[in-house]
């Protein structure tokens, strides 16, 4: 069992950054992907990007892509997005996945963090 807790989120103005932080717990760190999530009010949750642990490629949606970046700690057993250049259609909850294995699909979730940028 694997335990994700999201952190970092706020409120930020359009054209601002922020860095959300998922804290992995209760296994090693050594599934197939990382992934983060968002869903705004509303809407259905959609895909931002995700993190291959053995190779280290990062696929985005188009959306965030050159604004977003994932990146990790392994020491610390924590995933980050890093969100630059951000816009108000970015406000949304934004969620932590992982892939336990090839095929598992993303069986473990965080809570969530909100993110809430102003115009």
């Known amino acids: 069992q694997v335990q994700l807790v999201e952190s970092g989120g706020g409120l930020v103005q359009a054209g601002g950054s922020l860095r959300l932080s998922c804290a992995a717990s209760g296994r090693t760190f050594s599934a197939y992907a990382m992934a983060w999530f968002r869903q705004a009010p509303g809407k259905d949750r959609e895909f931002v990007g995700q993190?291959?642990?053995?190779?280290?490629?990062?696929y985005y949606a188009d959306s965030v892509k050159g604004r977003f970046t994932i990146s990790r700690d392994n020491a610390e057993n924590t995933v980050y997005l890093q969100m630059n250049s951000l816009k108000s259609e970015d406000t949304a909850a934004y969620y932590c996945?992982?892939?336990?294995?090839?095929?598992?699909?993303?069986?473990?979730w965080g809570r969530g963090t909100q993110v809430t940028v102003s115009s």
């Open positions: 996945a992982q892939a336990s294995g090839v095929g598992s699909g993303y069986d473990s």
């Open positions: 993190l291959l642990i053995r190779g280290g490629e990062t």
